[in-house]
């Protein structure tokens, strides 16, 4: 199984970076730069073939999109170096391809800890209420070769509306690395996410250090910490949702930026045309992989605009001396006041409604106080340990910002950290919420990411400066060793990996608090909740027993058999995972037909009420699945969104029994059974 899942990893790492990589050496990008922003530009064109496909009825698969995104890549590579100017790319010193592999190793070394040995084997899975939609509209691009974003759902027969947008490019890179290998889908799954956050996320953190800090080498020594040092990001995003689809985008929201600085500083008049084309590729990336990820990237950038400007204004000859323009301060207001209008015309912006205006309650319960502590601690996710060296860090370089007068590289960091209070704070009105944070469905876990991505290059100033500070007081202490010295007493506080949980009767479960007493590092926390999240001894919605006896059934039933199931006994995720045909894929029962709502009230009256008899009928179902058949709430595992009142809406399926007329048990373990619906045959007898 690991060696399938190490195929599935290389397999993902030739996906994203193949093809994107041959058209960034075409514009003459450096190799670092050209494999860190590679995806931005293979995601986007698979997304933008697989669209074109479905309109054109055309089935995809991995030859039909890997390789012509491959093809019109190398194309442009080629025309590039045959008809373009002789200037060759720009060579890259041995110091940055060391800097990248170390940013590699970083990335690699703690995604083992954290995720990979975690997993309890690469085919484990984690139940999550997000996960439904996730894992079933991944199954559904390769069940149904229809990979575009426009045309996204479950396939459940029970869902009225079968396709719409939805950012699907996670869910496209599983069902196109699923096709090309024939590898299981939760193991491409996993591998994925061990890509993206072990490669993709550090490869793409190395390019904006490079392009914020060319001449620093330190600075960038440093980043290499700093970037994987962050407790939550990407992890909380492998906790909360699943966040998958923010995953992927978060993952490239720091080579979205370092594209637009690289562009600035070799000189946007005179490379327009490959700067059009770089934010054309990033705004398409993220239109289909997650629309929060381009306002991430216009919160970092709008600063780094309003400061280009004043400083160009400041040194222009065409400005007069006495020109309010000549001051940065009155550039800077200016520069603000766009911006606050531009936010305020996207809050209003329809497509954008029901994002903006979601009232996400949930974590509402710090007050200020304790909501400034927990961004000053970086102890951000509840019952997560402080990280003291990452305050002390992020301090020594807000104060390095300072005195460098780049303090615009602060802003956008600390507006996050505000931002994650006020998601926070109990006591923080819903429309400065909304106002603040509605891009990113005013969400804590989403808003502290965004803040911890912005706060890598300042922790890694600051560690640049505390050694500098060492190596000036401590005497025959080297430069090259006090960066040593330094890096790695940081790497031992930060990353030692030991947690030890809280006693049972101080969880945050019991007693409502975020803080609670625990020993050990954040980073060994993540890896403590990965590990019980992907844990199959221990019970989930979706047990290892109940999976086992899922596949039971797909060994007994015709294939393509449609199963009517309960979706909260877990069912929920067998499509997903193990491809059975179930008629319910999610929880939720907005969205879904009258068909389905009379099999939900009544299914057990089949034998009596012909209106069930023509629902079930109409639907094509023969079988029907229960994993927890007579199950008391108090006794059985749920996801978090099931109430105790789940029942109600649900009478047609509780009420069935081994006796129940017009059934017959056709496997049957513990609290498990499969039920052939024979009340079809029995008034045909009639």
């Not at 093809?71 to 045959?82: Q, Y």
């Not at 999976?547 to 449609?562: G, N, S």
């Not at 879904?592 to 009256?605: G, M």
Request: glycine share 8%.
């Amino acid at each position: 199984m690991w060696l399938l899942f190490t195929g599935a990893c290389l397999t993902c790492l030739l996906a994203l970076y193949g093809p994107g990589c041959l058209l960034f050496r075409g514009l003459r990008f450096s190799w670092p730069l050209a494999l860190a922003c590679a995806p931005l530009a293979s995601v986007f064109g698979y997304a933008s073939i697989s669209v074109l496909w479905g309109m054109l009825g055309i089935d995809c698969s991995w030859a039909t999109v890997a390789l012509p995104v491959a093809l019109a890549c190398g194309a442009l590579l080629a025309a590039s170096r045959l008809f373009g100017t002789r200037n060759r790319p720009p060579c890259s010193s041995s110091f940055a391809w060391r800097m990248l592999a170390l940013y590699l190793l970083a990335g690699i070394a703690v995604c083992l800890h954290v995720y990979v040995l975690s997993l309890d084997g690469p085919e484990s899975y984690y139940c999550r209420y997000d996960n439904q939609t996730h894992y079933n509209l991944a199954r559904h691009f390769l069940d149904t070769s229809d990979w575009s974003a426009l045309h996204t759902g479950s396939g459940a027969v029970a869902d009225e509306a079968q396709t719409g947008y939805y950012p699907a490019a996670w869910h496209l890179l599983v069902a196109l690395v699923a096709s090309a290998t024939g590898i299981d889908m939760p193991i491409v799954m996993n591998a994925l996410n061990a890509m993206l956050s072990g490669v993709t996320y550090p490869l793409s953190s190395f390019v904006l250090m490079h392009a914020l800090f060319p001449a620093r080498r330190d600075v960038l020594f440093f980043g290499a910490f700093t970037s994987v040092g962050f407790a939550c990001l990407p992890w909380v995003l492998l906790l909360k949702g699943q966040l998958l689809a923010n995953l992927l985008s978060f993952s490239l929201i720091p080579a979205a930026i370092a594209l637009v600085i690289a562009y600035v500083h070799a000189g946007a008049r005179r490379h327009w045309r490959g700067l059009l084309l770089c934010l054309a590729l990033s705004v398409g990336f993220f239109g289909v992989a997650h629309p929060n990820g381009l306002f991430t990237v216009l919160v970092f950038l709008a600063p780094f605009v309003i400061h280009r400007i004043a400083d160009a204004i400041t040194q222009s000859t065409w400005i007069g001396s006495r020109n309010p323009l000549r001051k940065p301060w009155v550039v800077w207001i200016l520069g603000l006041a766009f911006a606050y209008l531009v936010w305020q015309a996207m809050l209003y912006a329809p497509p954008l409604q029901q994002v903006v205006l979601f009232n996400n309650t949930g974590n509402l319960n710090l007050s200020w106080t304790e909501s400034a502590y927990a961004a000053a601690v970086f102890s951000l996710y509840p019952e997560q340990p402080p990280q003291w060296a990452l305050t002390l860090a992020c301090a020594a370089g807000f104060v390095a910002l300072v005195r460098q007068r780049r303090f615009w590289l602060g802003l956008p960091a600390l507006y996050m950290l505000v931002v994650y209070g006020l998601c926070r704070c109990s006591d923080a009105p819903y429309t400065l919420r909304t106002f603040f944070a509605g891009f990113w469905y005013s969400d804590p876990y989403r808003i502290l990411c965004c803040a911890e991505l912005f706060l890598i290059p300042i922790a890694a100033l600051g560690l640049a400066a505390i050694a500098a500070y060492a190596h000036r007081k401590i005497d025959r202490l080297s430069w090259k060793g006090s960066l040593a010295l330094v890096a790695g007493i940081f790497a031992l506080v930060n990353f030692l990996p030991f947690y030890q949980e809280p006693p049972e009767n101080q969880s945050s479960e019991v007693s409502g608090s975020h803080f609670v007493p625990t020993a050990g590092t954040a980073v060994g926390y993540m890896h403590y909740l990965m590990e019980s999240g992907y844990d199959e001894s221990e019970e989930q919605v979706y047990s290892a027993e109940e999976q086992r006896f899922v596949r039971k059934v797909l060994e007994i039933i015709p294939d393509e058999a449609l199963i009517i199931n309960q979706p909260h006994d877990g069912s929920a995720f067998a499509y997903g995972l193990d491809g059975l045909n179930t008629y319910f894929r999610h929880i939720d029962t907005g969205g879904t037909t009258e068909q389905s709502r009379t099999i939900r009230d009544h299914l057990s009256d089949i034998t009596t009420d012909s209106t069930v008899r023509e629902a079930v009928r109409n639907s094509g179902a023969q079988y029907v699945l229960l994993l927890d058949q007579g199950v008391p709430y108090d006794e059985g595992r749920w996801l978090i969104q099931t109430g105790e009142d789940y029942e109600m809406g649900w009478e047609g399926l509780a009420n069935l029994t081994d006796d129940t007329p017009g059934f017959e048990t056709i496997l049957a373990d513990g609290d498990m059974r499969l039920y052939k619906i024979t009340a079809e045959e029995s008034a045909e007898d009639q």
